[in-house]
């Protein structure tokens, strides 16, 4: 009598056994166990069905080359292609600045307003010029236009390089301040001349009449109302001028009628509004400049040449 485990049942075969047969009750068991799943009972018909489809493949001929796939010509790509070695660039030597004032030589006058008797002074109810705390002061309060002027007792200049500093107190867009060259008595003068509203110009009054020479360019220089600051300068050579704001080129312009004289500082009320410039640091350069090209004969007319 056998015995097979079951989980916990012990089962018993009544049955004597023949010689090399099994019970069919015995032969199931062996067949199906009762833990198999079924996924068990799926892996030998698979198994059956790989067998089967495993023959259609043809098996490599003893000593057979292998056949290779046809090459297709591609482009080769160069990731890191050859170069020419670099050629040096030659850098030009840059050349230096033209000098628009050259022949500047030593300081001739520096005036720092401490003493009012070099100045024409004058007061009124619509306007003033007054030396006050170092400095120039102009203003104008009456219905424009009204000018206020003040000239410098001395020296008499004809080939000079100036430099004055102008502080606007009050000033709208159609107001103006500047410098007079080269005054002589009898209302002779130029006048290089500021506006409020940014722009620059110089005339030429004579016998009090007065001209412009160039009228008026706008200017990045000149400030455009108060409160505003500006550094004037004038280079003077015979009938030649030059004129700069902070530094910077405006123009230049010829013109061979005045040749020497004071210079003084002005302001103009264009309209109602009133008007409060003061000057301080006024520095006065000699020059010597001889210039590469003369003309010969002088000219009325004058030749400017505008922002470069």
Same mark, same amino acid.
């Given at each position: ?115 009012? %008797?070099?100045?024409? *002074?004058?007061?009124? &109810? ?6 006050? @705390?170092?400095?120039? !002061?102009? #203003? ?123 210079? %003084?500082?002005?302001? *103009?009320?264009?309209? &109602? ?6 000057? @301080?640091?006024?520095? !006065?350069? #000699? ?22």
């Amino acid at each position: 009598m056998l015995e097979w485990e079951n989980h916990t049942r012990i089962v018993q075969h009544p049955v004597p056994l023949r010689r090399g047969f099994l019970p069919l009750p015995l032969t199931l068991k062996l067949m199906i166990r009762p833990r198999t799943s079924l996924a068990a009972l799926l892996i030998c018909p698979l198994a059956l069905l790989l067998a089967a489809c495993s023959g259609l493949l043809a098996a490599p001929t003893p000593g057979a080359t292998p056949a290779l796939p046809s090459e297709t010509p591609t482009e080769t790509i160069v990731w890191f292609p050859p170069t020419n070695t670099p050629t040096r660039l030659v850098t030009p030597t840059a050349a230096s600045t033209q000098d628009l004032r050259p022949g500047v030589g030593g300081l001739l006058v520096s005036d720092d307003f401490s003493d009012p %008797g070099l100045w024409n *002074t004058s007061s009124s &109810s619509v306007a003033s010029a007054q030396v006050l @705390s170092n400095r120039l !002061v102009l #203003s104008v309060v009456g219905q424009g236009p009204l000018s206020i002027l003040s000239l410098r007792s001395e020296p008499q200049l004809a080939d000079f390089y100036l430099e004055i500093t102008a502080s606007l107190g009050l000033c709208d867009a159609d107001d103006q301040y500047g410098i007079l060259l080269r005054a002589a008595p009898g209302g002779n003068y130029y006048r290089f001349s500021l506006r409020c509203d940014g722009k620059v110009r110089l005339e030429r009054t004579r016998s009090a009449q007065t001209a412009p020479l160039m009228d008026w360019l706008p200017s990045g220089n000149a400030p455009t109302g108060a409160p505003g600051e500006v550094r004037l300068g004038v280079w003077a050579s015979g009938s030649e001028f030059r004129f700069f704001l902070n530094d910077q080129y405006q123009f230049s312009l010829r013109d061979p009628v005045f040749w020497t004289g004071t210079l %003084g500082f002005y302001a *103009t009320a264009g309209g &109602s509004s009133p008007v409060l410039v003061s000057f @301080s640091d006024l520095k !006065v350069f #000699s020059l010597a400049y001889v210039p590469l090209a003369a003309s010969s004969t002088p000219t009325t007319t004058p030749t400017s040449t505008r922002l470069p």
